[in-house]
């Protein structure tokens, strides 16, 4: 069975504080793929980025990186300068096959002014 | 934006009574899923299906039954609502889960009193 943590369930901080969300996986397969999804308060889910196991180069995107690490089977979301506009609830999730995806609880993210 | 259309957006209904939402996409993708999202349990797979009449249950079926008899349309039936069927419940649509992104639709908010 898969399983996905997201450890923290609420962070928050200071707008333009770097914060770092975590995530941690469970799998048996070899193959598979992991997911970050955004959800601000208006409650749809946005896609943020997909990684497929055999790619373990972390990836910047803006003030967004990802740090995938199979070794400790983790792959960590960070924002850089942190903004109001970043406060969001963020899902971490794994795929495996047909069946979709295994979502963690969340992270609710809160960025103060 | 992926295209996919949930309908209703916003339902309050009686216990007791059957519901059926529904889940239009227009990417002509093979997979269709519907998740449902609950305060401390993240997003959780109902059912899902991986082709027009080619359906299978999730990690949270029971009560709940789908149907696909087309490609861009997935519903998903409740046949007596419950109240612990109150919920937002997310389409979700894929190309090929194996490699592709999962996008999702906008959700449909469910009371059930």
């Known amino acids: 069975a898969q399983k996905v943590t997201q450890a923290q369930t609420e962070i928050s901080v200071v707008e333009k504080e770097d914060v770092t969300l975590d995530c941690v996986y469970e799998t048996r397969d070899t193959t598979y793929y992991l997911f970050w999804y955004k959800q601000p308060p208006s409650g749809e889910l946005v896609f943020l980025i997909r990684r497929n196991s055999f790619d373990e180069q972390n990836e910047i995107s803006g003030r967004y990186s990802w740090n995938f690490q199979k070794s400790t089977s983790s792959f960590n979301f960070t924002i850089t300068a942190s903004q109001v506009v970043d406060s969001a609830v963020y899902f971490c999730a794994l795929s495996g096959g047909a069946d979709g995806l295994t979502f963690g609880k969340g992270t609710h993210l809160i960025i103060q002014p | 934006d992926a295209g996919i259309t949930q309908s209703p957006r916003h339902k309050v209904t009686e216990t007791g009574t059957p519901v059926t939402l529904r889940c239009h996409q227009t990417e002509n993708h093979r997979y269709m899923y519907w998740y449902r999202q609950d305060p401390g349990h993240g997003l959780r797979l109902i059912h899902y299906s991986y082709g027009v009449k080619d359906t299978d249950k999730g990690e949270v079926s029971d009560g709940y039954s789908v149907s696909r008899s087309k490609t861009e349309d997935f519903l998903l039936t409740l046949e007596s609502a419950t109240s612990s069927q109150t919920s937002v419940y997310f389409c979700?649509?894929?190309?090929?889960?194996?490699?592709?992104?999962?996008?999702f639709g906008e959700g449909s908010w469910l009371t059930v009193v």
């Open positions: 979700a649509i894929s190309q090929d889960p194996s490699g592709n992104t999962i996008y």
